[in-house]
């Protein structure tokens, strides 16, 4: 099966709680096509280089899925009935990147860097 890696932005005014209700839509879309879901993230509240429809800011998620085209087709189609995702990515893969992707490992050196910078100060 074709593997996907499907990112989405959700409005900035949205709870946590309503990302991950939008995540776990996202990921009963893909199991009832006969795909699966292996691995979720929640990149968490990012500023967004300009404004898309009056939001500065925006909730990022990564999902890797494993699913038949027509399943990616029906996602994009509620990705774009849904008012609150404001834009989403879906790209073919070759394989899945294993353990956390680049932007979580780069906020945790972020972290790491702030907890240094303190100690120094």
Same mark, same amino acid.
């Not at 709680?17 to 795909?35: C, H």
């Not at 699913?67 to 990515?89: F, H, K, S, T, Y």
């Given at each position: 099966?074709?593997?996907?890696?499907?990112?989405?932005?959700?409005?900035?005014?949205?709870?946590?709680?309503?990302?991950?209700?939008?995540?776990?839509?996202?990921?009963?879309?893909?199991?009832? !096509?006969?795909?699966?879901?292996?691995?979720?993230?929640?990149?968490?509240?990012?500023?967004?280089?300009?404004?898309?429809?009056?939001?500065?800011?925006?909730?990022?998620?990564?999902?890797?899925?494993?699913?038949?085209?027509?399943?990616?087709?029906?996602?994009?189609?509620?990705?774009?009935?849904?008012?609150?995702?404001?834009?989403?990515?879906?790209?073919?893969?070759?394989?899945?990147?294993? !353990?956390?992707?680049?932007?979580?490992?780069?906020?945790?050196?972020?972290?790491?860097?702030?907890?240094?910078? !303190?100690?120094?100060?």
């Amino acid at each position: 099966m074709p593997l996907y890696e499907h990112v989405f932005l959700a409005r900035q005014d949205l709870s946590q709680a309503q990302v991950d209700a939008l995540a776990a839509g996202i990921t009963e879309i893909v199991e009832q !096509g006969g795909g699966k879901v292996s691995k979720t993230e929640t990149w968490g509240l990012k500023s967004l280089a300009y404004k898309i429809d009056r939001n500065r800011k925006a909730h990022f998620v990564l999902l890797n899925i494993e699913c038949p085209g027509p399943v990616v087709a029906e996602l994009e189609r509620q990705n774009r009935i849904n008012e609150d995702v404001i834009r989403w990515l879906t790209i073919a893969v070759d394989k899945h990147e294993e !353990g956390p992707s680049a932007q979580m490992r780069k906020n945790e050196r972020d972290r790491k860097r702030r907890e240094r910078e !303190g100690e120094r100060i």
